[in-house]
Nanobody
Framework: QVQLVESGGGLVQAGGSLRLSCAASGRTFSGYAMAWFRQAPGKEREFVAAVYWSGGPTYYADSVKGRFTISRDYAKNRVYLQMNSLKPEDTAVYYC?????????????????WGQGTQVTVSS
């Protein structure tokens, strides 16, 4: 049974940084796509970043390009989201997601497995 557990959220001032972590367990994730989504109050859950567990290119939403970096640590079975130059509009609950073969990496419905989310609040 796949389990994803996020951590690292918190309150930070605009311009600051946070690193989110997603601990993945329950199976071998080789071939899986791992992603971060976020959901602000009153808004739809939106794609933030994705990477394949086995490596290759990384993918980002336009709104976070150049500020956020997704990475994975094989030894620790973790996926990270380094967030720099944070803005108040980055405030949201951030979710880790995984799927063996998502049809479209940026599509929420393409992912089978989700974590419980971690709150990120950026003050102005």
């Amino acid at each position: 049974q796949v389990q994803l557990v996020e951590s690292g959220g918190g309150l930070v001032q605009a311009g600051g940084s946070l690193r989110l972590s997603c601990a993945a367990s329950g199976r071998t994730f080789s071939g899986y796509a791992m992603a971060w989504f976020r959901q602000a109050p009153g808004k739809e859950r939106e794609f933030v970043a994705a990477v394949y567990w086995s490596g290759g290119p990384t993918y980002y939403a336009d709104s976070v390009k150049g500020r956020f970096t997704i990475s994975r640590d094989y030894a620790k079975n973790r996926v990270y989201l380094q967030m720099n130059s944070l803005k108040p509009e980055d405030t949201a609950v951030y979710y880790c997601a995984a799927d063996q073969a998502p049809r479209v990496l940026t599509m929420r419905a393409a992912y089978t497995h989700w974590g419980q989310g971690t709150q990120v609040t950026v003050s102005s």
